[in-house]
């Protein structure tokens, strides 16, 4: 014998599974949300799992974000717009400076570089698994030195210690009197802008 709703039953279900299928869209568009990472993801203080840096020549050599702030692990690419370029760590080990390089590398970690980047769409790709501050520098020479143009960058790993940092000490007397002088100013800047978001720790940037 077939069983018939009443009318009050058979809203009843109707609502019920109205409900449930909107709390599976919520359920849905919640975890869609905490996958996606915030817009300003990369910024001091907001930790990347990856991040493209593009490098232009006009007006003048550039990166762009000039500071960058990845986890532990990520990956960060070099996208060449315009020009002709390269990305070297400054670590003392890497003789093809005109100087002695300034050592801007975490201890213990290797010097790098890419290949020249030769034109739009060149790119190179480097992983940070060790946790620090590196800074690097564009060394080609197109009527002007990129280094003297002052073209350099700088990538923050994870939540170091900024005390026990090459990169975040000062400038020997020695480095001073050889760096360009856009290169010191840019150290300046960096250290102006990422020991106080790294001495706040990541409970300040989360707040």
């Not at 990520?74 to 093809?96: N, P």
């Not at 590196?134 to 005390?163: F, I, L």
Request: with cysteine; hydrophobic share 35%; net charge negative.
């Amino acid at each position: 014998m077939t069983q018939k709703l009443s009318r009050r039953d058979a809203l009843a279900v109707t609502a019920g599974t109205a409900v449930a299928t909107l709390a599976g869209c919520l359920g849905e568009a919640a975890d869609d949300s905490r996958g996606e990472p915030p817009e300003n993801a990369g910024e001091l203080g907001t930790p990347a799992a990856e991040l493209t840096v593009t490098i232009t020549s006009e007006p003048w050599p550039e990166f762009t974000p000039q500071i960058v702030h990845v986890e532990p692990g990520a990956t960060v690419e070099w996208l060449v717009e315009t020009g002709r370029h390269d990305v070297t760590a400054y670590h003392e080990d890497t003789r093809s400076f005109m100087h002695q390089a300034p050592h801007r590398t975490p201890d213990g970690v290797g010097p790098w570089r890419s290949d020249v980047l030769d034109g739009p769409g060149a790119s190179y790709e480097r992983t940070f698994d060790v946790e620090g501050v590196y800074d690097y520098v564009d060394k080609q020479q197109v009527c002007v030195s990129h280094e003297v143009a002052g073209n350099v960058g700088r990538v923050v790993v994870g939540w170091p210690d900024p005390d026990d940092e090459p990169a975040m000490q000062p400038l020997t007397d020695e480095e001073r009197s050889e760096l360009p002088s856009q290169v010191k100013n840019a150290f300046e800047m960096f250290e102006e802008e990422t020991r106080p978001v790294l001495e706040a720790g990541p409970e300040a940037a989360e707040q």
